[in-house]
């Protein structure tokens, strides 16, 4: 997958389908929570909760379908962060079958002290990971 250092492959569930016996728009972004979850611990054994002294919040969301995902179908979720500020940064996401894309997305997201209740800034130690693996 071009441009994704950090890949991942996935097959559909039951859970994942619709009334329409294809994907459901809800499970995309689940797709998408699994390939960040999956990066993070790539990356560094960061997760969702630690990515270095705080954790983080998605603010938003972004998803474009590309075509219908079936129960059974072996996917893979490219993951990758396209920018890095103070305290946030943009991932963005590419859902393949056999090389063909499926679904594309970003997601904002904000470094996050859950005891404070606030943003904080983005930790060095995860600012470093970031940057080696993605050569910013």
Do not use: W
């Not at 859970?15 to 611990?41: K, M």
């Amino acid at each position: 997958m071009e441009n994704f250092r950090f890949t991942m492959p996935y097959r559909v569930r039951v859970a994942d389908i619709n009334y329409g016996g294809h994907v459901s728009n809800a499970a995309v972004l689940s797709f998408f929570q699994d390939g960040r979850i999956g990066y993070l611990a790539a990356i560094g054994d960061f997760s969702e909760m630690d990515i270095g002294g705080c954790g983080i919040i998605l603010p938003e969301a972004h998803a474009q379908y590309r075509a219908e995902m079936f129960l059974n179908d072996d996917l893979v979720i490219g993951v990758r962060i396209e920018s890095l500020k103070n305290s946030s940064f943009i991932m963005s996401y590419r859902i393949e079958r056999e090389g063909v894309v499926t679904a594309e997305g970003t997601t904002a997201l904000v470094a996050f002290d859950y005891q404070k209740r606030r943003p904080c800034r983005l930790p060095p130690v995860f600012r470093k990971a970031v940057e080696e693996f993605e050569e910013l």
